[in-house]
């Protein structure tokens, strides 16, 4: 399944230019969500973060990964509506810096679940190689 920047905010509460997930590529509800994020030049966060080399920083994208994966829990027809919070962030590592031109493939796996709560292997990758992996907690609003 897939969907485009028009039905993601119709799911997500975020707008420009927060919302860092351009396309959904795949996903099953409660499961996964892959997406993709074009990284622009443009983008605002680039006229501060290390103007001279242009370096997008690492908690976007790991807001990146955290809204790929509330694609996967907010599509859930119980959840339709509502949005997904942070609980938490554990094992964050960055192994690629990512920058402008750079498409990221955004990958969310939901490993477990307890009420409103649950938790999501993440990884974000850049030509196929490991950028930043992360285990993300979220929680149902």
Known sequence: ???SSDEI???LPHRYPFLLVDKITD????????????????????VGHFPEKQIMPGVLIIEALAQTGAIAILTEEENRGKIA??????????KKQVIPGDVLELNCEIIKRHG???????????DGNLAVTAQLTF???
């Not at 499961?31 to 443009?42: E, F, L, M, P, T």
């Open 116 to 126: 409103p709560v649950g938790i999501g292997n993440c990884n974000a990758y850049v």
């Open 85 to 94: 919070l942070f609980g938490g962030i554990k094992n964050a590592r960055f």
């Open 1 to 3: 399944m897939i969907l």
């Open 27 to 46: 996903f099953e509800p409660g499961k996964y969500a892959k997406g993709i994020k074009c990284v622009s030049a443009n983008e605002m966060h680039f």
């Open 9 to 11: 905010k119709k799911i």
């Open 139 to 141: 929680a149902i609003g």
